[in-house]
């Protein structure tokens, strides 16, 4: 494979704007090549799993049948 880019996208602004803030990251995922999107996709998959672990959402419950 080539050589990984290390990517530096802040956003600074003085005073809050949603729409600029919706375009930059829009921008941003579509500098992305396919494969970067996936990785960071699971990711963040990954940290949310670690995340709700850690808070006490271990494991699905199970369906119990019952007669």
Do not use: C, W
């Amino acid at each position: 494979m080539g050589v990984k880019k290390k990517r530096k996208n802040v956003l600074l602004m003085k005073s809050h704007d949603e729409e600029k803030e919706i375009e930059f990251e829009l921008q941003y995922l579509l500098s992305l090549s396919v494969q970067e999107r996936f990785e960071l996709m699971e990711k963040k998959s990954r940290e949310m799993k670690n995340l709700l672990y850690a808070h006490g959402h271990r494991k699905t419950p199970e369906i119990i049948k019952r007669k």
